[in-house]
């Protein structure tokens, strides 16, 4: 069980928008720690997408943004491409665990 | 420019150890904190702790700690992660990350695979 929680899967058509909830607690993202998220493909490292809430690394395109409200947080893709199709985690740290903490991943297909 | 280069694969019996190397290059290796995060087959992330080269500092997650144990060597820019105790669960790849110090990592390892089994 995932200290954050993320819907297991999403889809969406090329050119769509989708959006991944991650939801936390008091602990985590209550406490007004930041939340980041991931990009992942099998047996690949993953790659840093959005950092603290809303910030995109540089590279990252402008079609990932994100957003952060009290203890809930979410990753938007808008113009969905097929080279999207990829796993994505959300993570914080937890004050109560002192630990980061992940979601469980959300498997996005694109239809 | 950033680079982690992990150790290659390794294969171990349960009870054995495993000790996995990241080398950081293209940054200064005191300025940042070396995060390492583990993934089971068809499983999720999980955080394993985190050291902090500069005064070797470390703080460890629950659900390893007793059984892992993180190192750093300055000089070679280099953080070790050996893991005791081995068990069948704890097969899986081993990521090491930059902690930004937002308790993020943004840039990461390619991964080692640990297989333990009998």
């Known amino acids: 069980q995932s200290v954050l929680t993320q819907p297991p899967s999403v889809s969406g058509a090329p050119g769509q928008r989708v959006t991944i909830s991650c939801t936390g607690s008091k602990s985590n993202l209550g406490s007004n720690y930041a939340v980041h998220w991931y990009q992942l493909f099998p047996g690949q490292a993953p790659k840093l997408l959005i950092y603290i809430n809303t910030n995109r690394p540089s590279g990252v395109p402008d079609r990932f943004s994100g957003s952060k409200s009290g203890t809930s947080a979410s990753l938007a893709i808008t113009g969905l491409q097929a080279e999207d199709e990829a796993d994505y985690y959300c993570q914080s740290y937890d004050g109560s665990l002192s630990a980061w903490v992940f979601g469980g991943g959300t498997k996005l297909t694109v239809l | 420019q950033v680079q982690l280069e992990q150790s290659g694969a390794e294969a171990r019996k349960p009870g054995a150890s495993v000790k996995v190397s990241c080398k950081a290059s293209g940054y200064t290796f005191t300025n940042y904190g070396i995060s390492w995060v583990r993934q089971a087959p068809g499983q999720g992330l999980e955080w394993i702790g985190t050291i902090r080269p500069n005064n070797g500092d470390t703080s460890y997650g629950q659900i390893l700690q007793g059984r892992v144990h993180m190192t750093s060597d300055t000089p070679t820019s280099t953080a070790y992660m050996e893991l005791r105790g081995l068990r069948f669960d704890d097969t899986a790849l081993y990521f090491c990350?930059?902690?930004?110090?937002?308790?993020?990592?943004?840039?990461w390892g390619q991964g080692t695979l640990v297989t333990v089994s009998s």
């Open positions: 990350a930059r902690d930004t110090g937002s308790a993020n990592g943004d840039y």
